[in-house]
């Protein structure tokens, strides 16, 4: 089993959304994939940015994504996440 991949909130603007959202990822398809997620719902994260979230993480991350639910995501209704490399440079 794979370590499960950060979902982490900077925008709480709408509640509702973070919702939606939350329940897109949570959604288990057809051929019972389900996404190894965990829910970061903390205000100490508010208006990051991706590079500002990166430092944040722990030297002994194990993730090889971070996923971003940032403003762009709670005010489109498509809600589009934000998808980080963590092997890359910032």
Do not use: K, Y
Not at 77 to 85: C, D, G, I, R, S
């Amino acid at each position: 089993m794979t370590p499960e991949v950060p979902v982490v909130r900077t925008d709480f603007s709408d509640q509702a959304a973070w919702e939606r959202v939350q329940t897109a990822i949570n959604w288990v398809t057809p051929d019972d994939f389900e996404a190894n997620v965990t829910f970061v719902d903390d205000r100490a994260f508010a208006g990051l940015s991706a590079t500002e979230l990166q430092r944040c993480l722990p030297a002994s991350n194990e993730h090889g994504l971070l996923l971003i639910v940032d403003e762009s995501t709670i005010r489109s209704a498509e809600h589009p996440v934000l998808v980080v490399n963590l092997g890359e440079e910032p």
